[in-house]
């Protein structure tokens, strides 16, 4: 299992276009994917899981990867919120 | 309005005009069909075909967010579309739907119990959160829910709307408008919702008249009951006399006699008689409105919001993306000029970052919100700037209420000019940048504004809510919204004197441009300019072409002589009937 920390730092923060595609790349991997943000813990392949977090720009999340990828799944989806989903 | 009148059967709800046209027929009262959802245990032989039934209404649900997709993206375009694509991806969410089988499974409950459970869930954190937006996904989110729900009870939604009809409900959602809109609708009238609802904008892009903010229209009346609604006025009327639907039928008539006589308008100017030609642009919001108001026959755009890009998204549009659509508006229109509003965000328009007012029309909105969000104003500016090559670009501030705003606003100005020029970029060094008078303070201040611009632009629809102290939207205030209140009067002469006083000229791009009724007020007054929603232009052409400066003139005189706005109506409505004695005035 591996955790990361991100920062939300597109300025729209995970509205319902960064979602999909946070979803669709998550898709990619077989490892389990969860956001933990405060108290909420939601699957991160879900849209309807990622639409309720209400993530505004500054916000921290943590990343939890668990699965046979976990390395490579983990650093595709840090790398998306890093590059701020490229909006 | 005879409520309490027993005797006469006929009854008039007032509501507020949405989409013009005139529709007479039976009401389909439409409630939100939310589906009941009952709780059934499913027997263990019949899960496998409990389990085919939620799959099959996905598959089903899928299929009509399609349908509503690909037609909401040929009437609409593609950025209202994006509320339906929202939808789709919910129904392919794999990892709510194992939990929804999983669930059925375990449970041994049926689907549509499960379904509202598991969806609702989701919902309910979404309204408990404080920001608007994750309200409006929860409504999203509601949709589905409900039409997976409809399609497992295989309820057709639609089956009973035979024939034409007129459908009366609370509230439309954008699906409602637009699969309603592929049936035999003739027209809308609801309880909730303002002029710039999802529901009312929808209905003038269908072109299907509408009334908005009736109120009790779903209380008052009955599936298969009569109704006549006249989206002109903003009058529904239940059970119509015989003569009151010949008289609405007249209208329609004359409404579209008149129309029928503008044919060819279009490629003439909008000049009086004796000579005094008047810039008459149109006022949109996306840029595929264009091509409409060219067939129009308009100069150009006078005012274009660009926080629709925004609206519509939900979000702040890049540089590049703002870039885009301003380029082309500007390309497109050339060699007439384009008018940008800067974002006008805040008061009744949702924001992204939406933050929550007690006083949202006097909160933090327009320039306001702009000058302190340094980064989006640079970068919108800069968007703006690099479209302006061709040089008809102006840029216009709206909400301005000081001269200080004024100074700080051009100081953006300069300042992305600058970043532009490092970063090797053209654009029109010598834009003229322009300020819109919607704030009784910037109208008393009108000279000293005029002195630092190059144009004023007068925004009725504010000037008048914050002069008259009044909230159009508001259906229990809304009569007291007058245009032709002395007090508003005045304010636009003390407005048009200002500015000419200091060589700038001045339009109007509020509805109070477009209403036919006050044209020859209007341009009597000395307006430079007038900003109008395209679907009235040729009719305020027409009007233009048909008199006098110099008549324009002395009715405005008069008109200013009135002490009250029925006063000033009464007298206009006199003198446009025998000045232009076929224009189908907006008056039952």
Redesign the interface.
Known sequence: MIERQVTIRN??GL???PA?TL?KAA?RFQSEFTIIKDA?EI?G?????V??L?A??GSELRLRFEGPDEEQAAAAIVDLFERGFD? | MNERNSVIEETVLKGIAAAPGIAIGPAYLYNKEVPRVEMKDVAREDLEAEIKRLRNANARSEKELQKILTFAEQRLGSQSARIFEAQIMILNDAVLMDAVEKRIASELKNAEYIIADEIGKYRRRMLESPDEYMHERAHDVEDVMNRIIRNIQEQRLFSRLEGESIIVSETLTPADTVIFSRNQVLGYATDLGGVSSHAALLSRSLKIPAVVGLRTATKRLKTGEMVAIDGYAGVVTMNPTEETIERLRGRARAFREFEEKLVGIAGLPAETIDHRTIELSSNIEFEDEIPFTRAQGSAGIGLFRTEGQLLRRGEYPSEEEQYRVYKNVAESIFPHAVIFRTFDVGGDKLIPDAIREENPFLGWRGIRMMLDRPELFLEHLRALLRSSTHKNVRIMFPMISSLHEVRAAKEFVRKAQEELKLRGELFDPKIKVGVMIEVPSAALLAEEIAAEVDFLSIGTNDLIQYLLAVDRDNSYVAPLFQQFNPAVLRVIKMVIDAGHKKHVWVGMCGEMAGDPLATMLLVGLGLDELSVVPSVLPEIKKIIRTIRLKDARRVAERALSFPTADDVKKYLTSVVKEKVPDIPLELS
Do not use: W
Request: proline share 0%.
């Open positions: 300025r729209s509205h319902t276009r999909a979803v898709a909420m699957n392949k879900s849209i309807i899981g639409m309720t209400a505004e720009q909006e």
